[in-house]
């Protein structure tokens, strides 16, 4: 009776590792699929060849495929937009810090961040890694990563948050370590607002769309003796770069150096993911 038990459960462990690498198969087949039946501007050149194995909606209506793909069309789509108006294109800063956790120990906070609060781990999505901070409790909490600085830098990071019935989360970025500045999106006021430790200091209007991944960018800025610019932006994941900055400030007191963060308050009891998180450097003007 063991013995029949034991080839049982053997069979079903098996069965469960066919059906695994079906799944892993056809996902990867799947973005292949959806590459292979778009047609891109020729001026492009090739599509990147590793590429992340999720599958999203892809900017300019070219249906879907992988975040590696749709960062690839948007920087593309920009491009054409910047020499069709004879625009000098945006330069991304110069990276200080990089990490997308494809590399990160699963089950784990990686070693060079400091958790200020919250059970912060890498987690297995698919087949890519994100950074999760868990729906419980709810209360506010942040981790800080990258060098210590004071201006003339800049944040990026994807986050992911979903909303319960009317419960939503709030989330963000930060600069300057714990009374920095923070850009935060705020749901339950429908709004995008800029903090300087816990003051708000301006605000826009943003429409957060749940279970859609929001990029958010946040950078301090010395623009002359004295006076430092504040400047903040976010869009959903797969629409365009806002041109514009989304919130703006101009402050007086020189910043206070300090490491970057992401930040988030999961108010809706489900977890918030973070991905792509980046430090740059940004030119002085």
Do not use: C
């Amino acid at each position: 009776m063991n013995e029949r038990n034991e080839m049982r459960t053997q069979r079903h462990g098996n069965d469960f590792q066919i059906l695994a690498g079906i799944a892993a198969v056809g996902l990867s087949l799947s973005l292949l699929w959806a590459q292979a039946a778009q047609t891109f501007p020729a001026q492009w050149g090739e599509p990147p060849e590793i590429q992340a194995q999720d599958y999203v909606e892809l900017p300019a209506g070219y249906g879907h495929g992988s975040s590696t793909l749709a960062k690839w069309i948007t920087a593309n789509l920009n491009r054409d937009k910047a020499a069709a108006g004879n625009i000098e294109p945006v330069k991304p800063p110069t990276a200080l810090y990089e990490n997308n956790f494809e590399k990160a120990e699963a089950g784990k906070l990686p070693d060079e961040f400091m958790a200020l609060a919250g059970d912060f781990v890498v987690k297995s999505a698919g087949t890519n890694r994100v950074l999760e901070l868990p729906g419980t409790p709810l209360d506010s909490f942040a981790v800080q990563f990258g060098p210590t600085e004071s201006a003339n830098v800049a944040v990026e990071a994807r986050i992911l948050g979903t909303a319960k019935g009317r419960r939503t989360p709030a989330f963000g970025v930060g600069l300057g370590g714990v009374a920095g500045f923070k850009l935060q999106v705020s749901p339950g006021k429908k709004s995008l607002e800029l903090l300087k430790d816990q003051e708000v200091k301006t605000s826009a209007a943003f429409d957060w769309q749940s279970g859609i991944w929001t990029q958010l960018r946040l950078q301090i800025r010395k623009v002359k003796a004295d006076e430092w610019k504040i400047e903040g932006k976010a869009w959903a994941q797969g629409s365009p770069e806002p041109k514009e900055w989304s919130v703006v400030f101009d402050e007086k007191e020189e910043p206070v150096a300090g490491r970057a963060s992401v930040l988030g308050n999961p108010f809706a009891g489900t977890a918030i993911w973070f991905d792509d998180l980046r430090v740059g450097r940004v030119v002085e003007k």
